[in-house]
């Protein structure tokens, strides 16, 4: 973190803004911070425990926001410390939600700054997801990571390898996004701005219009193709170059992902040709971007879509709880977790009319453990649980139900827009109360982490050995 606030720094200073020093001073700051307690732990060994592995993850993100905020909350941006947590928080998680508005007149540094938050957090996901969430079996990710604990059945060597090949796929999208957008007439600055938000399916912008700036249907169909891209398990692209690894996976959440995306955009279009006189093509493109920014919970916008029509409202509601696939930048419920869930669905019908016949669930080559379902059943619990106690929080602290119920969920699905005037895909979260904030800011963390990694915290029995 240190070391990328000097690229916002090295940018402002190019363009002759006062906030180069922030962001100088802030690098300096967390470095010597870092590197004292680097000195103070140094040849300590702390085994491994799952309990060490929750509190390691849910720490390194509260305090990986906190460091994120500094510039926000020192720069040249009028918010408040919970503003500025706020916006850190929801750059990492990928979320895009923001409190800033004037985003066309913000210091170059700052823009970049959100960016990096978001790009940073993409990369933070992939890397805990393959390093650390499969050993501590935090939200039951090691099914969809690894094929099995034999080295000779892993995709690679090595989890490190893995991790490393992951990171470089997201790296390399990353830049062939960059040029297809300056290739689309996008400034450099604008392109990879966009570029690092697209990949990390998070949605910040350098302008208060988001991708409706640009007003270019090309933009947005290269946009929704990227943002696709993101939102499916990156694993896919190291198994694309292993021909025989890829050829023997079978994932059904890929299919299922994409279909969804291909369907509701095409019912969209008819639905807006038929009642506006919108021309298809044109529908579609819009339609389509909009809603694969909602359903990968990126969060760009080319226009406020709750003013097409009613059933346009209701497909966008229910996309915004669908999310992407495993493995991916995307937040919300997740494809993987939605398909085991209808096969959980389809074995109970079937028992009703064969109670004794013996049924085993298969996720594509895998057979679905009763451990692994209930996993599923936790988080998806748990998901409704929080979405509603969040929205009961922020109902008691002034906000009207719709408001709190889009602002609970695009928080905890990691999404960014909600429904409403206020926090509506034309608004943006900076008329809220800091303790609002700093609710939302909670539920970022709790949707990013899969719920489980942070509430496992609160339980005293994990406390002790």
């Known amino acids: 973190m240190a070391g990328a606030m000097l690229v916002p720094a090295l940018t402002d200073f190019a363009k002759a803004n006062d906030d180069w020093r922030i962001f100088v001073f802030s690098a300096v700051l967390v470095a010597i911070i870092c590197i004292l307690v680097a000195a103070a732990t140094r040849g300590e060994r702390v085994p491994f425990t799952p309990r060490l592995g929750f509190l390691l993850v849910t720490s390194v993100w509260l305090v990986t926001a906190g460091i994120g905020a500094l510039p926000l909350y020192f720069g040249s941006v009028n918010v408040s410390f919970a503003g500025a947590f706020f916006e850190s928080m929801s750059g990492l998680t990928t979320t895009g939600s923001t409190v800033i508005s004037g985003l066309d007149a913000l210091p170059p540094g700052l823009l970049l700054w959100r960016s990096l938050l978001q790009w ?11 390093l650390i969430l499969p050993s501590i079996r935090g939200g039951g990710l090691s099914l969809f990571h690894m094929e099995s604990s034999d080295k000779s059945e892993k995709i690679l060597p090595r989890v490190n390898q893995l991790a490393a090949g992951l990171m470089a796929a997201y790296a390399v999208l990353t830049v062939l996004c960059v040029m297809a957008y300056a290739a689309l007439g996008m400034s450099f600055f604008d392109a990879v ?3 690092m938000t697209t990949l990390a399916t998070g949605g910040f912008s350098t ?12 933009i947005l169909a290269v946009s929704s193709l990227f943002m696709v891209l993101a939102s499916l398990p990156f694993v896919i692209y190291i198994r694309a170059l292993l021909p025989l690894r890829f050829q023997r996976w079978n994932d059904p959440q890929i299919p299922v992902f ?22 298809f093509n044109e529908a579609f493109v819009s339609s389509a971007f909009n809603l694969i920014s909602v359903i990968t919970t990126t969060g760009f916008a080319s226009e406020d879509y709750t003013l097409w029509s009613n059933a346009a409202t209701g497909v966008f509601f229910l996309a915004m709880f669908l999310g992407g696939c495993a493995g991916s930048t995307a937040g919300g ?10 096969l959980l669905v389809k074995a109970s ?16 080559n895998q057979e679905v453990t009763p451990e692994l379902l209930q996993t599923v059943t ?23 139900f719709l408001t709190a119920f889009s602002g609970a969920l695009t928080a905890l699905a990691n999404v960014g827009p909600g429904f409403g005037q206020i926090i509506g895909p034309a608004g943006n979260f900076g008329k809220f109360s800091d303790s609002t904030l700093w609710v939302l800011s909670a539920i970022m963390l709790l ?14 029995a994990t406390w002790i050995d």
Request: glycine share 10%; charged share 15%.
């Open 258 to 279: 994409l279909t969804t995306c291909l369907v509701l955009s095409v019912a969209l279009a008819a639905t807006r040709h038929a009642l506006n006189a919108t021309p």
């Open 349 to 364: 019908a079937r028992g009703l009319f064969r109670p004794h016949a013996i049924r085993r669930l298969r996720y594509g």
């Open 207 to 218: 302008h208060d219009s988001s991708m409706g700036y640009f007003d270019d249907n090309r």
């Open 193 to 195: 701005n966009h570029a």
């Open 378 to 400: 936790l988080f998806v619990l748990l998901f409704f649980g929080v979405l509603l106690t969040g929205t009961v929080v922020l109902t008691s602290l002034g906000l009207d």
């Open 447 to 460: 949707g990013r982490l899969e719920i489980v990694t942070v509430l496992v915290l609160l339980f005293p």
């Open 120 to 130: 940073l957090g993409g990369i933070g996901i992939i890397g805990m997801a393959i």
């Open 333 to 342: 419920i997740k494809a993987n977790r939605l398909v085991i869930l209808f």
